[in-house]
């Protein structure tokens, strides 16, 4: 079983651009995270999908972050225009969410380590 | 929100060394994943343990939900077990997601 996909792994780029980050979440897996992690930290949550939908947004800076989740299943994260603060590994993660009682296992991909010059 | 904090914070053993790993949480939670992220960031699922233990080659968990804590066990430690160890709990209160620990940074001597 394939695990989660992410691209690129590596990404350079100059203050004021825009970037894009790409997840496959694991096959039948219907809830999908993006994770922000800055160096000698633990990772937070940026966004959360259930299928279509973004459950909770709390934690994305909509001024300048944007994603979408078409039809329920790859993920695109965008950053315009990106600033120097914005460098981090940024990870997407998905489960299969049944309710909060369930199992919930949450499977990471392996980042997209953004610098910004 | 809750609280989620990791101990120690940095630990470093020589290799064959056997330690424990403990992660405190302030409130109550219905499941919990102990994930190791090696030198290449990736994350890796080592458990996903609500509570009671359980064992996986040389690593164990075991975690205590009414006393709230969780406690990973690396034994006979290899230099490949080098990294950050993360516990992660679920924050349910509005919405469901998960609130990662400080991490323990573990370095082991060949």
New interface residues.
Partial sequence: EAGVVQSPRYKIIEKKQPVAFWCNPISGHNTL?WYLQNLG?????LI?YENEEA??D?QLPKDRFSAERLKGVDSTLKIQPAELGDSA?Y?CASSL?LG??S??????G??T?LTVL | GIQVEQSPPDLILQEGANSTLRCNFSDSVNNLQWFHQNPWGQLINLFYIPSGTKQNGRLSATTVATERYSLLYISSSQTTDSGVYFCAVPFTSGTYKYIFGTGTRLKVLA
């Fill in positions: 995270y930290q633990g990772p937070e949550l959360r459950v909770d709390s590994v990870l969410y909060r009682v199992y919930n296992e949450q499977f990471f392996p980042g380590r």
